[in-house]
């Protein structure tokens, strides 16, 4: 799983309540990514970083935020979750030295909203 | 924006016989096509890529062609093995000033019967 760990791997809320998830790396790669993964729609980007602080919107990115306040976790948050942030999300990386196209994923997180 | 069709959505092929996935993109600034292996309750595997400047590529016994004056690229799988039996989604990248935005296929969902 490209060396990257996610936590936690499933988990079941309440619509309102806020979640995090993480995903965390012990290698420095610089390019963070956060997908969610639904039925009939492949992989989405939510967001993505390309270093501590710099963050960026993908396509799917309302209703989510992100931080990375150091190079190892990337934050993904769910202010209030609703029915329709259920998924797998998958975080990814970029190895350093590789052209950041090329993308790495870990095992991802599980989550249900009631 | 980029978008990508993946066909087909399910695939069922005897063990030794090849196994062919298509997918067409719309954006012709897309230039880095991976593809990307995904067994049951992990996260997508990278297996194999191809970048605008090169018509096909091997590696063992899978090989991925693109054309880009029609905008599709192919997944051939050769002498298939029950081990192969995955999910595999083909994705395309444009590259943006901090990133690459992976857009992907809907997935193939393949079954090699022994």
């Known amino acids: 799983d490209a060396g990257i760990t996610q936590s936690p791997r499933h988990k079941v809320t309440e619509t309102g309540t806020p979640v995090t998830l993480r995903c965390h790396q012990t290698?420095?790669?610089?390019?963070m990514y956060w997908y969610r993964q639904d039925p009939g729609h492949g992989l989405r980007l939510i967001h993505y970083?390309?270093?501590?602080?710099?963050?960026d919107k993908g396509e799917v990115s309302d209703g989510y935020s992100v931080s990375r306040s150091k190079t190892e976790d990337f934050l993904l948050t769910l202010e209030s979750a609703t029915s329709s942030q259920t998924s797998v999300y998958f975080c990814?990386?970029?190895?350093?030295?590789?052209?950041?196209?090329?993308?790495?994923f870990g095992p991802g997180t599980r989550l249900t909203v009631l | 924006g980029e978008n990508v069709e993946q066909h087909p959505s399910t695939l069922s092929v005897q063990e030794g016989d090849s196994a062919v996935i298509k997918c067409t993109y719309s954006?012709?600034?897309?230039?880095?096509f991976p593809w990307y292996k995904q067994e049951l309750g992990k996260g997508p595997q990278l297996i194999i890529d191809i970048r605008s400047n090169v018509g096909e590529k091997k590696d063992q016994r899978i090989a991925v062609t693109l054309n880009k004056t029609a905008k599709h690229f192919s997944l051939h799988i050769t002498e298939t093995q029950p081990e192969d039996s995955a999910v595999y989604f083909c994705?395309?990248?444009?590259?943006?000033?901090?990133?690459?935005?992976?857009?992907f296929g809907q997935g193939t969902e393949l079954s090699v019967k022994p």
């Open positions: 290698e420095n790669h610089r390019y």
């Open positions: 990814a990386i970029t190895p350093s030295g590789r052209d950041y196209n090329e993308q790495f």
């Open positions: 954006d012709s600034a897309s230039n880095y």
């Open positions: 970083s390309y270093g501590v602080k710099d963050t």
């Open positions: 994705a395309a990248t444009v590259t943006y000033n901090q990133g690459g935005k992976l857009i």
